[in-house]
């Protein structure tokens, strides 16, 4: 079977550095996304992966290993307004976008 | 990206009845999606709605339950028919400009079946 997997919920402060994992074991790879999903509202598209190695985009940064079936999204200088659900989703073999659970993220002062 | 327009944006409805939810875009688009999200939950994709042909459904959805429109390019609507307090959800549609391209989200159509 297709499986995902995330910490249900993290918990970090205000400033700090938080690195959100994702797990697959998926039929295929064709890349992997991750999205943030503020309480009551849409997801909102935030990385693309489907190289080996570490994408920047400004204060978030998100890494693939295909070997390992592993990434991360990493996010520095915490705010307030980074509490939010972070979604891992894998594009397996047949271009099905498969969905994590996500992760709750807590941001405390 | 595309300005997503989804109607509505939440309803109260009644257990037997149907309602359906429409789903506009800006521009052209290659794929459109449908999506359900229990409150606290992940999503999941319900069916990808094709133009001019029917839609192709996830395991567990049927067309007789959430029969779906996709008449061009740009516009989408999903029915929810039936309802019963079980389909209380939040439903989302998605599009993207192809199978390596993020998906985009209408802001969802919060569902209460009494």
């Known amino acids: 079977g297709q499986n995902i997997d995330q910490p249900t919920e993290m918990t970090a402060t205000e400033g700090a550095i938080v690195q959100i994992n994702c797990t697959y074991q998926t039929s295929g790879f064709n890349g992997l996304f991750w999205y943030q999903q503020h309480a009551g509202e849409a997801p909102t598209f935030l990385s693309y992966n489907v190289l080996d190695g570490l994408e920047e985009k400004g204060r978030f940064s998100s890494f693939l290993s295909r070997s390992k079936g592993y990434s991360y999204l990493l996010l520095k200088e915490l705010q307030m307004k980074d509490s939010a659900s972070y979604l891992c989703?894998?594009?397996?073999?047949?271009?099905?976008?498969?969905w994590g659970a996500g992760t709750k993220l807590i941001i405390k002062p | 990206s595309a300005v997503i327009s989804q109607k509505p944006s939440r309803d109260i409805c009644q257990r037997g009845t149907s309602l359906t939810i429409q789903c506009q875009v800006d521009?052209?688009?290659?794929?459109m999606f449908w999506y359900r999200q229990q409150p606290g939950q992940s999503l999941t994709l319900i069916a990808t709605a094709n133009q001019g042909s029917e839609a192709t459904y996830e395991s567990g959805f049927v067309i007789d339950k959430f029969p779906i429109s996709r008449p061009n390019l740009t516009f989408s609507t999903l029915t929810v028919s039936n309802m019963s307090p079980e389909d209380s959800s939040i439903y989302l549609c998605?599009?993207?400009?192809?199978?390596?391209?993020?998906?985009?989200f209408g802001d969802g159509t919060r569902l209460s079946i009494l």
């Open positions: 998605s599009v993207a400009g192809g199978e390596y391209q993020p998906q985009h």
């Open positions: 521009s052209q688009v290659t794929m």
């Open positions: 989703a894998v594009v397996d073999s047949n271009y099905q976008l498969i």
